[in-house]
Structures are given as C-alpha cells and as structure tokens.
T-cell receptor
Framework: QKEVEQNSGPLSVPEGAIASLNCTYS??????FFWYRQYSGKSPELIMS????GDKEDGRFTAQLNKASQYVSLLIRDSQPSDSATYLC????????????FGDGTTLTVKP | EAGVAQSPRYKIIEKRQSVAFWCNPI?????LYWYQQILGQGPKLLIQ????????DSQLPKDRFSAERLKGVDSTLKIQPAKLEDSAVYLC????????????FGSGTQLSVL
C-alpha cells in the first residue's frame, strides 16, 4: 500500500461545476496535509494546507480533513479552464521534520 | 522575493555518463530538498538538508547519487554513472523551517538519459 494514494483520474468536469479530489494516507500520526497544483511542464505550487480536522476555505478552494478516516479532499467550486492541472496531495508522514510524501496526483480537466 | 533557482533547465546525457544539478534556495530558507519526479508520478524525496546537515537521505541511491550543501546555502546533486531509469525531472525545493512548512519549488531540471 502506498503511503499517499489519490484517485488516478483523469477527472473531467464542465466549467462552473464543483471538482472533488480525494486523497488517503496510511500513517495515522501524520500531522500536516497539503494540496499542490502542477501545470503541465511546470513545478508544483502550494494552493492549500490543512492541519486540523474539518474544513478550510480559501476562495474557490476548500480542503477537508478527516484524521479518523485518514482522508483529505480538495473541492474546487465554480471550476474554470485555468484550473486544469494535476493536483498533488502531500502528507507530512509521522514525526520526520518537514518530510512531505506526495501522491501521484489527479489530473483535472475543466471543459469550457 | 527571488524564488528557488535551479540549473540547468534541461540536460541530455548518455548512460554511464555523469551529471550535476545546482540549486539556490530562497534566501533565509534553512531547509532544502531534492525530489525526483518521473513522468506520471508524484515527486519522490531523494534528500533533505537542514542548514548543511542531512536530515533524510533514505531514498537516495547512494551508489550513484550524491548531494552536498556547503555553507548551508546552495546545493548540488550529482549522478555518476547515470542509468536509463534516472530520466526524470529533478526538483529542488526549500522551506523556511522543517516542520509544517510549505515547500517552494524551483523550475526543475529535466534529465534525459539515452
């Protein structure tokens, strides 16, 4: 079992719809959770971080964390074609200082 | 604020040759990471430095890969000799601290081993 698993995708949604991206992790002592966006041929850039159970909203993005279920998700409301990218879930595993383990990403396409 | 600088942007070599990548983190960032990203996969941590000390190199293939961070600032990653399976993008990232910190990535070096 991989430490961080994401829906393999690809995920396609129409413009204006809600895109839902999911991630599960294996290590129960994980403390910090991140969503990175990676455009084709570019480097990852952080879009959300979440550390406590519940929801965290930032503009059109909402991160949801459920530590009991070892599950973290990212919702993108009012999806735009510019949101088309690969979304990487990263989890700080255990107590290793700063070591973030990445999933393989879910590719999202938003169709106009 | 200047971002993470990496060079070269692209490199093509033949198997068994050597190659080196350079990274300069964001000023003031104590933690520096080298990740390997194979096409279609997420970044995989190769080595993490805190200042000029190694925090984690458990996934670094030490028979062929080496990395150093002299003076706790810029860093070099070397592969010698290269194998076909080393073809990937090598990403350097930095963070201010080591815990609960977001990563800032450089533009990466795309390595092709022929």
């Amino acid at each position: 079992q991989k430490e961080v698993e994401q829906n393999s995708g690809p995920l396609s949604v129409p413009e204006g719809a809600i895109a839902s991206l999911n991630c599960t992790y294996s290590d129960r002592v994980s403390q910090s959770f991140f969503w990175y966006r990676q455009y084709s041929g570019k480097s990852p850039e952080l879009i959300m971080s979440i550390y406590s159970n519940g929801d965290k909203e930032d503009g059109r993005f909402t991160a949801q964390l459920n530590k009991a279920s070892q599950y973290v998700s990212l919702l993108i409301r009012d999806s735009q074609p510019s949101d088309s990218a690969t979304y990487l879930c990263a989890v700080k595993i255990g107590t290793n200082a700063g070591k973030s383990t990445f999933g393989d990403g879910t590719t999202l396409t938003v169709k106009p | 604020e200047a971002g993470v600088a990496q060079s070269p942007r692209y490199k093509i070599i033949e198997k068994r040759q050597s190659v080196a990548f350079w990274c300069n983190p964001i000023s003031g960032h104590a933690t520096l990471y080298w990740y390997q990203q194979i096409l279609g996969q997420g970044p995989k941590l190769l080595i993490q430095f805190q200042n000029n000390g190694v925090v984690d190199d458990s996934q670094l293939p030490k028979d062929r890969f080496s990395a150093e961070r002299l003076k706790g600032v810029d860093s070099t990653l070397k592969i010698q000799p290269a194998k076909l399976e080393d073809s990937a993008v090598y990403l350097c990232a930095s963070s201010f601290g080591a815990t609960n910190e977001k990563l800032f990535f450089g533009s990466g070096t795309q390595l092709s081993v022929l």
